[in-house]
């Protein structure tokens, strides 16, 4: 549970993402694309889930990449290298499925982008053709290019502000990939209102479209509950029975409002001064 | 003669319900020994064959009579590893006073007046405790080259890996959460089972070598054959009965309803009741109703109502439960305590839908009235909808307390496991032994759901099995 790398690999003046290089031999023999992990900073933290970015076997150690968004991510980004986790579970959630599908594009947003290398690298070992598009706010919140770029045959990178790549939404370009030919599978990961609209636009192409949710958890083993979410009119636990969902079958006004069911509370810590 | 039931002091409502402190204070050894002079010290003693581990209750009853509190911390121990925690936690109404004579016959649940064997069983406890009185380690050298898993540190867990130990097999249990203890720990509010005797038992149990392992799932980061690979001779799978059953009803992924495992995991083991010097947060709401008539529906409804007082809202919390009182499988003292603090029920009351506001948040709750019928498989006169009933009561929190079931982890992933349609594992009764040699099982997981004296029997049970399993190798 310590850290052995610790990197800022974006940032503006408002927001940063942070890298974490975390020993946990067990976890790195273990961890396959699309599983996540359950951290807890203190004592007195709050358990989160994280997405396995990469792992390495012989060293022992998994990478974690996170935004700084509220009081617990924070938190984490204050821990140094040689500092340790309180508590460290994983890996939880089912693995992305790994076929060769033929055609797919991976769209990643944000910090999603962190979420959708483990899936693209593992595609492309299995001979997937892989388009990748990515969407960051800025050109200063823009992660994992290159690597992207290493996994990917080809890669589009959309900004809100139009600082790099091109200007405007990552489901624009998505509309017009799949208008120009057909793709077997698109798999996205980013805010939700980002998945959502992906879905829409790949369900409209009649293409299958994965997404990897990031709904609110504490135990995420299945004991409480707290991830539910309507896929299919079923009632589904992000922790057990995903992460990941097809995404034209998910309830996401419903994801949309639990995941603000603590707002208030959030918005107090926040303001409070970190321990 | 006939002499009056020694009532057990508790913490003033008042003072109770804005902390989670512990409500029922214990007998004084003065006290104890009053309650414990009722005792008829019948010559077919009925109490002990109430209890799911068959505790010789008469004897360490007559100990407690002669001042001999160390015999009879020894006399329980015999059977039951955690007297403190079961003196407080066991629905003894329904087991050993049940079937006291005091009670008479055909009552549901036992009379008052009936001996207040509990109370004695924790005042023994708490002796043993404060005394540091031990029960004599019996190790087997021919056992010490060997190493058993534990996996699950709730109570089945628990007393399997204090019988290994104690027979000197080198255990190390595997729990999945940060802290050991399972459902005493993430389950049972502290105003019923105080943290420090849980830890007390758990510190025991490390004083005698047993390891604890947090933070490890076993099924996800290690299979059965990997634990068996690294040396271990046997396992020993507590697995509990985690996964919390909903009502199937529209409109229950509304924000603020929580599954009592959720509400009780993010008060009781999060602290969230601390918040933010803790910083789990739990919503609280102004009118919340808990759905269910178990311990775990009293337990999140008196942890509810506290913190509506602490958070300087007024007390509005109310248990709604499809039968009446009567039915309820809680504990009586339970549901007693609650009324005490302020919990309302309604009973004879189906939920059917849930409706929220345009932010998703309960806001009510349509239900239908029920009139008791026949009974059902469970002895209960069943609830019957009253067909037109339809009513609405106003929430802007529900809690579902309605059962759990098994957790599926591990067995998902070991098919070799046999399970019953339950999902719960199937065992050889008499060793506790499941369909893959050397793997071994009790507790919720065996079952479904129980209580905590009834996975500690099995735990014992597994114990003696596995220890003579060993033997033979």
């Known amino acids: 549970m310590k850290i052995v790398d610790k990197n800022v690999i974006a940032q503006t003046p408002d927001t940063r993402i942070v890298q974490l290089e975390i020993s946990s031999p067990d976890i790195a023999q273990k961890a396959l694309p699309g599983q996540f992990v359950v951290l807890m900073v203190s004592e007195k933290g709050e358990r989160i889930p994280l997405t396995v970015v990469e792992k390495d076997t012989l060293g022992g150690t ?22 340790a986790l309180y508590a460290l579970v994983g890996p939880l959630g089912n693995p992305t499925e790994i076929a060769n599908y033929g055609k797919v594009i991976l769209v990643g947003g944000g910090v999603g982008i962190a979420e959708i290398y483990p899936v693209a690298k593992a595609l492309k070992d299995k001979g997937n053709h892989i388009n990748a598009i990515l969407g960051a706010r800025t050109k200063e919140l823009l992660i994992l290019e290159k690597k992207m770029q290493e996994v990917s045959d080809e890669v589009c990178v959309t900004t809100d502000d139009g600082s790099y790549g091109r200007k405007g939404l990552v489901t624009e370009v998505l509309n017009e990939l799949l208008d120009k030919q057909s793709y077997n599978l698109v798999y996205a990961v980013g805010p939700i ?36 979410v309507t896929v299919g009119g079923q009632t589904k636990f992000s922790c057990v029975d995903g992460p990941e969902f097809e995404g034209a079958q998910v309830d996401w006004d419903e994801l949309i409002k639990r995941n603000r069911a603590y707002l208030e509370q959030e918005r107090h810590i926040c303001k409070l001064p970190l321990p | 003669m006939k002499k009056e039931p020694l009532k057990v002091k508790e913490l003033e409502v008042q003072k109770r319900i804005t902390s989670f402190e512990e409500v029922v204070a214990g007998y004084s050894e003065q006290e104890a020994l009053q309650e414990a002079s009722r005792c008829l010290q019948c010559k077919n003693p009925a109490c002990i064959s109430g209890c799911p581990v068959g505790i010789d209750i008469k004897t360490f009853i007559r100990k407690i009579q002669e001042k001999d509190y160390t015999g009879a911390y020894l006399t329980i121990r015999e059977k039951n590893n955690f007297p403190s925690i079961c003196g407080r936690v066991c629905p003894a109404e329904y087991q050993c006073r049940k079937a006291c004579v005091l009670t008479k016959k055909g009552l549901p649940f036992a009379s008052l007046d009936t001996i207040n ?11 043993g405790m404060k005394n540091n009185l031990t029960v004599p380690v019996e190790k087997n050298p021919a056992l010490a080259r060997f190493k058993v898993a534990v996996v699950g540190s709730g109570p089945a867990g628990l007393a399997c890996a204090g019988e290994l130990a104690r027979g000197g097999i080198k255990v190390v249990i595997f729990e999945g959460l940060h802290n050991c203890g399972g459902v005493l720990r993430y389950g049972i509010p502290p105003f019923r089972l105080p943290r420090d005797i849980l830890d007390f038992e758990i510190a025991y149990l490390e004083k005698l070598g047993v390891e604890m392992v947090t933070n490890v799932i076993i099924g996800k980061v290690k299979s059965l054959d990997e634990l ?12 509990g009965a985690g996964v919390p059953s909903f009502l199937g009803v529209k409109g229950e992924n509304l924000c603020n309803i929580y599954s009592a495992n959720e509400f009780l995991t993010r008060v009781n083991l999060m602290s969230a009741f601390r918040f933010p010097e803790f910083h789990t947060p739990v919503n609280i709401g102004k009118n919340i109703l808990v759905i269910g008539g178990g311990n775990t529906a009293i337990d999140a ?6 913190l509506q007082l602490i958070k300087g809202l007024a007390a509005n919390t109310t248990i709604i439960y499809r039968r009446t009182e009567v039915e309820m499988p809680a504990r009586r003292l339970e549901i007693e305590h609650a009324r005490q603090e302020g919990v309302k029920f309604n009973f004879l009351v189906k939920p059917e839908e849930f409706i929220g506001d345009e932010n998703g948040m309960v806001r009510k709750m349509r239900a239908l009235r029920c009139e008791l019928g026949e009974p059902d498989s469970s002895g209960r006169r069943s609830p019957v909808p009253i067909v037109g009933s339809d009513f609405e009561i106003p929430c802007d929190l529900v809690i579902v307390a309605i059962g759990l079931q098994a957790n599926q982890v591990l067995t998902k992933v070991t098919p070799e496991l046999k399970t019953d349609k339950y999902n719960d594992v199937i065992v050889n009764p008499e060793t506790m032994e499941t369909s893959i040699r050397g793997v071994f099982a009790g507790g919720d997981i065996v079952g479904g ?14 114990a003696a099995a596995i220890i003579e399993y060993l033997s033979k190798q």
């Not at chain 1, 998945?195 to 409480?224: E, F, R, Y």
């Not at chain 2, 068996?228 to 697995?239: D, R, S």
């Not at chain 2, 129980?450 to 029997?457: L, P, Y």
């Open chain 2, 117 to 127: 064997i509990h109370f004695l069983e924790r005042f023994v406890g708490d002796y």
């Open chain 1, 193 to 228: 209102p980002m998945m959502k609209n992906v879905s829409q636009v790949a369900t409209k192409h009649k293409v299958k479209v994965i997404v990897s949710l990031n709904a609110l958890m504490v135990d995420a083993t299945g004991m409480c509950g707290c991830c539910r």
């Open chain 1, 62 to 83: 998994i990478t974690l990449i996170f935004q700084e968004v509220g009081f617990t991510t924070r938190l984490l980004a204050k821990l140094n290298k040689d500092e």
């Open chain 2, 449 to 462: 759901e129980g209580t905590v004296i009834e996975a500690m029997g099995m735990a014992k049970k597994a």
């Open chain 2, 301 to 306: 409804a008196r942890a509810a109502l506290r």
């Open chain 2, 228 to 239: 068996f690979k690294e040396g271990f001779a046997a396992v020993f799978l507590g697995l």
